[in-house]
């Protein structure tokens, strides 16, 4: 199974600022099945990145996605106080994994 | 609008069976892959089990091999998952999902709101 670690756990910034989520995958992850969601309390995720880089329907260009291999990140630019959430990264290979989550604070 | 509502859920005593079903509008059901993934605090998003779009080909984490069973009624636009010989490892919130296949990429794209299973005497 394909392990996925992201860091920080959480990452307490303010509005405006930038941040940078981490997913680090104990195996190759191919970058069309790295995938990364956005969770509220109460909700249900949403899909924010697909093919570690493309921004899903609907999705504000603050939020980018870039990586490969065993490393990718999520970096939301311009932070607003409706991003605090937990997100996850997700692959797929022989089966589907879960990153643990980063929560962001604002 | 498309949407995915979950229910089905509830209380169950250890050793039980339940049946949750998810009901799709909005699109085109028959077309889509569909998935379980259940979430609970400790263990965080796991992935339960997936069924192809004519429901002629299923999976599932080995966790619930054996014991659960996907599948759908195209023609209701509804995926089911009956769960049999539960156990307190099972109680967690259950969403269905939508899986999207793009040239892009891979990821499920659509989500329903969730339903509770709690599994206890």
């Known amino acids: 199974e394909n392990v996925l670690t992201q860091s920080p756990g959480t990452l307490s910034l303010s509005p405006g600022e930038r941040a940078t989520l981490s997913c680090r995958a104990s195996?190759?992850?191919?970058?069309?099945?790295l995938a990364w969601y956005q969770q509220k309390p109460g909700q249900a995720p949403r899909l924010l990145i697909y093919?570690?880089?493309s921004r899903a329907t609907g999705i504000p260009d603050r939020f980018s996605g870039s990586g490969s291999g065993t490393d990718f990140t999520l970096t939301i630019s311009r932070l607003e106080s409706e991003d605090s959430a937990v997100y996850y990264c997700q692959q797929y290979g022989s089966t589907y994994t879960f990153g643990p989550g980063t929560k962001v604070e604002i | 609008e498309v949407q995915l509502v979950e229910s089905g859920g509830g209380l169950v005593q250890p050793g039980g069976s339940l049946r949750l079903s998810c009901a799709a509008s909005?699109?085109?059901?028959?077309?889509?892959?569909m998935h379980w993934v259940r979430q609970t605090p400790t263990k965080g998003l796991v992935w339960v089990s997936r069924i192809n779009s004519d429901g002629s080909t299923t999976n599932y984490a080995d966790s619930v091999k054996g014991r659960f069973s996907i599948s759908r009624d195209n023609a209701k636009n509804t995926l089911y998952l009956q769960m049999n010989s539960l156990s307190a490892e099972d109680t967690a919130v259950y969403y269905c999902a939508r899986l999207s296949v793009t040239t892009g990429g891979v990821a499920f794209d659509v989500w329903g709101q969730g339903t509770m299973v709690t599994v206890s005497s």
């Open positions: 093919g570690a880089s």
């Open positions: 195996q190759s992850v191919s970058s069309s099945y």
């Open positions: 909005g699109f085109t059901f028959s077309r889509y892959w």
